[in-house]
């Protein structure tokens, strides 16, 4: 039974992963540095702190993230379903006002507290602009 459980962990998260990419596959992730979670969790508990009466899920703290009405810059999210008080959910940007980077893709994996998810680890990937490197698919080389 418990093989079972983290196979379907482990397929569920990886294919969310695929989906969320897009037409674009995923070679590989790079894990984030530690002072970037802090980061991240930092504007996490800025979004929870918004809405101090109800214990967002991550789906709804990764949708709550401020946007700037005038980028063009896509955002899409999606999370599995929640394992054993972890979910795994993935933040996918496109449109990127950089000129080596044209999407990034983030696997963010939060887990539960007593009082609501606290972000632990995230992985990342990026897609190049054409001509600056790997357009084709998400991956951890720099872009030129």
């Keep these: 039974m418990k093989r079972y459980i983290l196979t379907t962990f482990a397929l569920c998260?990886?294919?969310s992963t695929l989906w969320a990419a897009g037409n674009y596959p995923?070679?590989?992730f790079k894990p984030s540095p530690k002072a970037d979670v802090q980061a991240f969790e930092s504007v996490m508990q800025a979004v929870a702190a918004q809405s101090p009466k109800k214990v967002l899920t991550p789906l709804q703290l990764l949708r709550?993230?401020?946007m700037d009405a005038e980028s063009k810059v896509k955002t899409y999210t999606w999370c599995a379903k929640p394992v054993?008080?972890?979910?795994v959910c993935t933040l996918r940007e496109e449109n990127l006002p950089d000129d080596s980077v044209?999407?990034?893709?983030?696997?963010i994996t939060f887990t539960a507290t007593k009082t609501a998810w606290q972000v632990t680890a995230i992985q990342r990937a990026w897609r190049c602009q054409v001509g600056r490197g790997n357009a084709a698919a998400y991956q951890t080389r720099l872009c030129k």
């Design 13 to 15: 998260c990886f294919s």
């Design 84 to 87: 054993h008080g972890k979910q």
């Design 64 to 66: 709550g993230l401020p």
């Design 102 to 107: 044209a999407g990034s893709l983030q696997k």
């Design 26 to 28: 995923v070679k590989n």
